[in-house]
T-cell receptor
């Protein structure tokens, strides 16, 4: 696609429910990043995919968080048993290669009530 | 992992003023990027600048990789420059080129 696309734009969920967030990277981009941004805060690294290499999961905050990517296309970030502290904007970025110029999607605003 | 520090944390300017934002990093980097997050939350890539100097209109950036810092210059600031400016670095010494961000500089330009 023309840019990085994330869906949904907004998600309100009840505490304890599971959620899936989706990221469509720019076509041909092999690198994909997920970040979490709490209100008024910076970007917290979650996970990085690069081609067929094993993903760097070092930023995932707990085992309730997981992410998948099929080849060099769509990625989904799953949060199980959501907690109020998971409320944040989840941002996805892609680049044409590891270390290349990165472009961000518009984010998914997650609210856990 | 690599540490990224940005200064100042907050900056208030009168429209038309110039400013310099700084990004220090704790280790060698493969690349460095500057982003602007507008008040609606969208992150825009301003510069991809692992070394040297680049200019884009009223903005320019310089990275001195050997001294582990980068500077973003904003000249003749406008109210639309308001937002948060982030520096992000990648270093494959630690983990696979994942991109790490500084805490940002929040810029407010007053008319």
């Amino acid at each position: 696609g023309a840019g990085v696309s994330q869906s949904p734009s907004n998600k309100v969920t009840e505490k304890g429910k599971d959620v899936e967030l989706r990221c469509d990277p720019i076509s041909g981009h092999t690198a994909l990043y997920w970040y979490r941004q709490r209100l008024g805060q910076g970007l917290e690294f979650l996970i990085y995919f690069q081609g067929n290499s094993a993903p760097d999961k070092s930023g995932l905050p707990s085992d309730r968080f997981s992410a998948e990517r099929t080849g060099e296309s769509v990625s989904t970030l799953t949060i199980q048993r959501t907690q109020q502290e998971d409320s944040a904007v989840y941002l996805c970025a892609s680049s044409s290669q590891g270390g290349g110029k990165a472009f961000f999607g518009q984010g998914t605003r997650l609210t856990v009530v | 992992g690599i540490q990224v520090e940005q200064s100042p944390p907050d900056l208030i300017l009168q429209e038309g003023a110039n400013s310099t934002l700084r990004c220090n990093f704790s280790d060698s980097v493969n690349n460095l990027q500057w982003f602007h997050q507008n008040p609606w939350g969208q992150l825009i890539n301003l510069f991809y600048i692992p070394s040297g100097t680049k200019q884009n209109g009223r903005l320019s950036a310089t990275t001195v990789a050997t001294e582990r810092y980068s500077l973003l210059y904003i000249s003749s600031s406008q109210t639309t420059d308001s937002g948060v400016y982030f520096c992000a670095v990648e270093n494959n010494r630690y983990n696979n080129n994942d991109m790490r961000f500084g805490a940002g500089t929040r810029l407010t330009v007053k008319p």
